[in-house]
């Protein structure tokens, strides 16, 4: 909904999801809104997930780049996601297995990864995270 609204780009940049989540949220009178992390670290970002916060995170699951909603953490520390593209081939920059289906709700992704995929541009030297914690107001 939000691509076909907004375009594919638009979302990409983290300002940007920011502002179209919170303009989203208050005309759908919604009681929560998005506190944007530039500069994460794998550590925030775990202690993030791990406190229960629903976490929108950027990451290179893409040649282009990739947005998805983190959930969770099961009993191994790999990630529950919602995937709006389906299953992720958990290759870096590795792209999507092709499913006849776009029903990524509850996808388990291997936490090695799915952290290369948020905090590297080359799948091994570190950059810092982009994310988006949901909080309720």
């Not at 997930?49 to 290179?60: D, M, P, R, S």
């Not at 529950?80 to 081939?89: E, M, R």
């Not at 006849?100 to 091994?124: L, M, N, P, R, W």
């Amino acid at each position: 909904d939000i691509t076909e609204e907004w375009g594919k780009d638009f979302a990409q940049d983290p300002e940007n999801l920011n502002y179209l989540f919170n303009v989203i949220s208050t005309d759908h009178f919604l009681r929560v809104t998005l506190n944007t992390t530039t500069e994460g670290t794998l550590d925030s970002f775990r202690s993030t997930v791990n406190a229960g916060f629903i976490v929108i995170v950027h990451g290179y699951f893409t040649n282009y780049g990739h947005v998805l909603v983190v959930t969770g953490r099961n009993s191994d520390g790999d990630y529950i996601v919602n995937d709006p593209a389906g299953i992720w081939t958990e290759r870096f920059r590795g792209g999507y297995e092709p499913s006849g289906s776009e029903d990524g709700k509850g996808i388990v992704y291997q936490k090695e990864y799915f952290e290369a995929a948020v905090s590297t541009s080359d799948g091994a030297g570190f950059m810092p995270l982009w994310y988006h914690t949901l909080v309720e107001l």
